[in-house]
């Protein structure tokens, strides 16, 4: 509902190209392109049709990734410590991606 208020916003000629463009194809209008086709100032049926098959951006991987103790505990002593941990965990990957990507290639 919200995007149909931002649409609203636009001047009735963009909105009649949005809707041919809508009656066209088979679009969706979520609340953050429906923002977006009313901050542009010149709305045309490539702009138009630029919004609408723009896809959200794919999160980034966090620098920072948590297991449980429970997890830890069942492969390292709790005297071990966090850095030696993280150096094994990264070494236990490395080796297991060498594997499957020698497998994937057999």
């Given amino acids: 509902m919200r995007a149909g208020v931002e649409l609203s916003f636009l001047k009735e000629d963009e909105q009649d190209l949005l809707s041919e463009i809508l009656s066209e194809d088979n679009y ?8 977006r086709l009313r ?49 094994t965990i990264e070494k236990a990957l490395e080796l297991y991606f060498s594997q499957n990507n020698a497998d994937k290639e057999n």
């Fill in 28 to 35: 969706k209008i979520d609340l953050n392109k429906a923002i």
């Fill in 39 to 87: 901050k542009e100032t010149n709305l045309t049926a490539k702009k138009i049709q630029e919004i609408l098959l723009s896809q959200k951006p794919i999160k980034k991987l966090t620098n920072k990734i948590s297991i449980s103790r429970r997890a830890i505990s069942k492969y390292f002593p709790p005297e071990i410590k966090s850095k030696e941990i993280e150096e």
